[in-house]
Nanobody, 118 residues
Framework: QVQLVESGGGLVEAGGSLRVSCAAS????????MGWFRQAPGKERELVAH????????HYTDSVKGRFTISGDNAKNTVSLQMNSLKPEDTAVYYC???????????WGQGTQVTVSS
């Protein structure tokens, strides 16, 4: 079992920046990838970015490419998402997730609210 705790959400104006972070504990040796999802009210959960743990291999959904950067720190068991040039449509609850394989997401954080005002 992996426990994930997010931090760093908040309210920012459009064009601003925010960094959300996630700390993993427990059976972290099982982690293959870590990522960030987001979900706005009435919308489906969306995978924003993920990183293959211990590598520099990353993925971003098209809407955030060039604006968001995901990074992992294996020594600290943390993953962060740096969000720049934020837009109102980025407003959502952001969830940290961890997976034990290339096609699985097994653990989830509690979520942190990110609100971008116009």
């Amino acid at each position: 079992q992996v426990q994930l705790v997010e931090s760093g959400g908040g309210l920012v104006e459009a064009g601003g920046s925010l960094r959300v972070s996630c700390a993993a504990s427990g059976r972290t040796f099982n982690i293959y990838r870590m990522g960030w999802f987001r979900q706005a009210p009435g919308k489906e959960r969306e995978l924003v970015a993920h990183i293959i743990w211990g590598t520099v291999s990353t993925h971003y959904t098209d809407s955030v490419k060039g604006r968001f950067t995901i990074s992992g720190d294996n020594a600290k068991n943390t993953v962060s998402l740096q969000m720049n040039s934020l837009k109102p449509e980025d407003t959502a609850v952001y969830y940290c997730a961890a997976g034990s394989g290339p096609w699985s997401w097994n653990s989830w954080g509690q979520g942190t609210q990110v609100t971008v005002s116009s």
